[in-house]
């Protein structure tokens, strides 16, 4: 079992900045990948970025790419999602999933096997 718990959502204007933690237990952290997504009301569940279990391989959808940054400190047993420069339409549920599967990280949330409970972002225009 691996429990994920996310923090750092707020309300922030454009072009402004959070940085999302999602803390982990469980399971030996630094054995899987991570991933972040997210859920504005009315749409599907989408991708933002992943993170492989060392941390050397990052991946971004491109709506995002340039403006926020995955990492993670194995040793603190958390992910964090930097975002930049966001945007109202930056604004939805932001969850953490851990997916594990030692391969790639993937972009498909059916591939993430724990989530967790989600952390409103709201981004003013």
């Known amino acids: 079992q691996v429990q994920l718990v996310e923090s750092g959502g707020g309300l922030v204007q454009a072009g402004g900045s959070l940085r999302l933690s999602c803390a982990a237990s469980?399971?030996?952290?630094?054995?899987?990948?991570m991933g972040w997504f997210r859920q504005a009301p009315g749409k599907e569940r989408e991708f933002v970025a992943a993170i492989s279990w060392s941390g050397d391989s990052t991946y971004y959808a491109d709506s995002v790419k340039g403006r926020f940054t995955i990492s993670r400190d194995n040793a603190k047993n958390t992910v964090y999602l930097q975002m930049n420069r966001l945007k109202p339409e930056d604004t939805a549920v932001y969850y953490c999933?851990?997916?594990?599967?030692?391969?790639?990280?993937?972009?498909?949330?059916?591939?993430?096997?724990?989530w967790g409970q989600g952390t409103q972002v709201t981004v003013s225009s």
């Open positions: 469980g399971r030996t952290f630094s054995n899987y990948a």
């Open positions: 999933a851990a997916d594990l599967w030692p391969g790639v990280p993937s972009r498909m949330k059916t591939s993430y096997d724990y």
